[in-house]
């Protein structure tokens, strides 16, 4: 199955995306590829599972790419049918793509709505962060991408680790702080790069994280 969420990153479009990715991150099976990897991930995506499994392929960047853009609807009919899902997040998309699409695609088109920025107090997401719940943090990971400010919310978890590092009383291991610190430094610079968002490499990390508390 092809889903394609059309709109920008209001509320409407946070709810359609964790309504989607949500049975697959409950169970690890996500996977997230770049618009340059998308021939290797159409191959994977069209190659069943060792044991079987569902996986769900977020393709970030790809409708934004015109190499990538026309590999994916020559392919899109056969991608339909895959064993596994495919997900693609694009602010616009254009008339004649979606027409070309929409025979083996499930495209979701939020309506912008003028509404009141969500209020979220970052601090409960450093404190699940703290605690090793992996499954809140990322609860909570989704209001941040709806108030907007990701890149002051990796900051504090940033300054939380180095808190946890420093007076090594953490639930956490030294040598898994050093790997959480390895992958949040690399979450800013690859966001900043290009490719995926900072939601995005947030997402990942949280999802990546050791866990402590279920």
């Known amino acids: 199955m092809i889903t394609i969420i059309v709109g920008k990153r209001t509320p409407a479009f946070e709810k359609k995306y964790q309504e989607i990715i949500a049975p697959f991150a409950e169970l690890g099976n996500i996977e997230r590829r770049e618009a340059r990897e998308s021939a290797a991930a159409f191959d994977e995506v069209q190659t ?12 970030g960047g790809i409708l934004d790419d015109e190499d990538a853009k026309e590999l994916l609807i020559e392919k899109a009919e056969s991608l339909s049918n895959a064993p596994h899902d495919i997900l693609i997040t694009v ?11 929409e025979p083996f695609a499930k495209i979701h088109t939020i309506a912008e709505k003028a509404a009141a920025k969500a209020l979220f107090d970052p601090f409960s997401l450093v404190s699940a962060f703290a605690a090793g719940d992996k499954k809140k943090s990322w609860i909570l990971l989704a209001q941040v991408a709806q108030s907007g400010e990701m890149e002051p919310t990796h900051g504090m978890i940033w300054w939380k ?18 790997e959480m610190a390895r992958k949040l430094v690399s979450v800013y610079h690859e966001s900043r790069k290009g490719g995926l968002e900072m939601r995005e490499r947030l997402e990942e990390f949280f999802l990546t994280m050791p866990i402590l508390k279920k």
């Open 48 to 59: 069943p599972s060792l044991f079987g499994e569902k996986k769900l392929f977020i393709l």
């Open 91 to 101: 602010e616009k998309l254009l008339v004649g793509d979606a027409r070309k699409l």
């Open 161 to 178: 680790l180095k808190d946890m590092m420093t007076k090594k009383n953490s639930s956490f291991n030294q040598e898994q702080l050093h």
